[in-house]
């Protein structure tokens, strides 16, 4: 069964560097999401992405955001300067697309600790 | 605007007997709703989903759940608990417009006791 996969698993950087989180969505999904979850609290939506271009996006997604689809496959969240409260697990979603399209499919999420 | 409501951050439950979890939505449109559930340093699994068909949806692992859009509940039940139901529990709501994001609740944490 095609799933969202995501790399690393687990990102250690030091405050103010820049990290790169990585996702491949499902292969014909035309829909694209980041959401985060600060541990011990609820998943929360970052910024949607369809069509090459974002559609959506939280107060969250400040300009330390930004996301990319550099090539078909590949489907990037980076934090320019890194703050301790982005540490936090990221998780990128992907949907099929299409009114009758209503499930997301969500990445086994990256671990962002940031020192 | 849509959003979600989880009571209680926490339940305990003994090995066999119900679980029980709640939720309230709060949507402007007709909403889809989804259970999800989260294992230790896990991501999040899509146990079951109302998408405006059947009230009562059976999901995986033999938990359903019961959309009632008079009381905007859409609470998660299995009938017997086993210690592998340990896990996070998050509801979610979508207003299945365009690009519109999942928007959770906080999540409940289910402890099973043997």
């Known amino acids: 069964e095609p799933e969202v996969t995501q790399t690393p698993s687990h990102q250690v950087t030091q405050m103010g560097q820049e990290v790169i989180l990585r996702c491949v969505p499902i292969?014909?999904?035309?829909?694209f999401y980041w959401y985060r979850q600060i541990l011990g609290q609820k998943v929360e939506f970052l910024v949607s992405f369809y069509n090459n271009e974002i559609s959506e996006k939280s107060e969250i997604f400040d300009d330390q955001f930004s996301v990319e689809r550099p090539d078909g496959s590949n489907f990037t969240l980076k934090i320019r300067s890194t703050k301790l409260e982005d540490s936090a697990m990221y998780f990128c979603?992907?949907?099929?697309?299409?009114?009758?399209?209503?499930?997301?499919?969500f990445g086994p999420g990256t671990r962002l600790t940031v020192t | 605007a849509q959003s979600v409501t989880q009571l209680g951050s926490h339940v305990s439950v003994s090995e066999g007997a119900l679980v029980l979890l709640r939720c309230n939505y709060s949507?402007?449109?007709?909403?889809?709703l989804f259970w999800y559930v989260q294992y230790p340093n896990q991501g999040l699994q899509l146990l079951l989903k109302y998408t405006s068909a059947a009230t009562l949806v059976k999901g995986i692992n033999g938990f359903e759940a019961e959309f009632k859009k008079s009381e905007t509940s859409f609470h998660l039940t299995k009938p017997s608990a086993h210690m592998s139901d340990a896990a996070e529990y998050f509801c979610?709501?979508?207003?299945?417009?365009?690009?519109?994001?999942?928007?959770f609740g906080k999540g409940t944490r289910l402890s099973v006791i043997a």
């Open positions: 979603a992907s949907r099929i697309g299409g009114s009758w399209s209503n499930e997301q499919y």
């Open positions: 979610a709501v979508w207003g299945h417009s365009g690009n519109t994001p999942l928007v």
């Open positions: 949507s402007s449109v007709p909403p889809y």
């Open positions: 292969s014909n999904h035309l829909y």
